[in-house]
């Protein structure tokens, strides 16, 4: 089995693994600042591990990194928060627009070049997300978790640009290694406030920090290794898809109506973005 090989095959068993985050933070009896702070805190010792090998001079960038790591412990919280609020497929969806604004601000942030299709891609999104809040539930908690889904995607969105720039100073692994850390300081706190049910859940945290962080964050830098960016990105569509398949079989948690017509634009919008014209005309011709 060659290297490409291996990598397709971390990259998919990480999003497989990610993408039953909410079928995990729905079980877990705990507020959703407690989980991220305890997930943190149970990856941290093994990152560190990976870290020690990695001897990244901290110095380089370090405001930037502070910056995207007290942005990633929003994105995880609010996440986190839309998962117990709202449905998971409208969760995972709502994250998903982050590249769609990635796409649109990279020119104006890191200067790069801003494809048309980046323009259509964000009206698709904004429509399907005014279609998802306005899918007559009419439920005050649905809108706050809808609400609560859409800043996680803006945050990610923030934190892909400063991963960017911050992987030109330091690898990977320190990157995570510091927003898990930081992570863990700034939700301290929320390590003593449910004391009482941590053990009631002790085996989903321990699970939730492991292999949802350390070993599928792990799987995924090492895969990334060993394929292309594009084909990383592409392959980590599966995530979504896989929380959407999850929360039906195990949640019995079924899309419908306007909700179904929103996600399917958010998502026709992140084909578009990640297909290059190229690809479009072999897919059109067969």
């Known amino acids: 089995m060659n290297k490409n090989t291996i990598g397709i095959i971390e990259i998919v068993v990480a999003t497989l693994i990610w993408g039953s985050l909410g079928v995990m933070v729905r079980n877990i009896d705990m507020e959703p600042f407690s989980i991220v702070a305890y997930r943190s805190l149970i990856a941290l010792p093994i990152m560190l591990i990976l870290f020690r090998k990695k001897r990244d001079n901290l110095k380089k960038n370090y405001k930037l990194l502070l910056l995207a790591s007290i942005a990633i412990t929003m994105a995880w919280s609010s996440h986190f928060y839309a998962f117990k609020l709202t449905t998971i497929a409208n969760t995972v969806v709502l994250l998903y627009t982050g590249p769609i604004y990635v796409a649109i601000?990279?020119?104006?942030?890191?200067?790069?070049?801003?494809?048309?299709?980046?323009?259509?891609?964000?009206?698709?999104?904004?429509?399907?997300?005014?279609?998802?809040?306005?899918?007559?539930?009419?439920?005050?908690?649905?809108?706050?978790?809808l609400m609560l889904g859409a800043i996680s995607g803006i945050l990610f969105a923030f934190v892909i640009m400063a991963t960017k720039k911050l992987s030109k100073d330091y690898s990977s692994i320190t990157i995570v290694t510091m927003q898990l850390f930081i992570s863990t300081i700034i939700l301290s706190p929320a390590l003593f406030v449910e004391q009482q049910v941590v053990m009631e859940n002790i085996m989903l945290l321990v699970i939730l920090g492991l292999v949802h962080t350390a070993i599928a964050e792990f799987l995924f830098i090492d895969g990334l290794i060993k394929v292309s960016t594009q084909k990383a990105s592409t392959i980590s569509y599966i995530e979504p898809a896989s929380a959407i398949i999850y929360a039906v079989i195990l949640l019995n948690e079924i899309p419908e109506g306007l909700e179904i017509i929103g996600i399917s634009l958010i998502a026709t919008a992140n084909i578009i973005l990640n297909l290059n014209l190229e690809d479009m005309k072999k897919i059109i011709k067969k």
Request: with cysteine; proline share 2%.
């Open 105 to 145: 601000l990279s020119p104006l942030v890191l200067k790069e070049v801003r494809e048309k299709k980046a323009n259509i891609c964000l009206v698709l999104s904004i429509f399907g997300i005014f279609l998802m809040y306005n899918q007559g539930l009419g439920d005050e908690l649905n809108d706050r978790g």
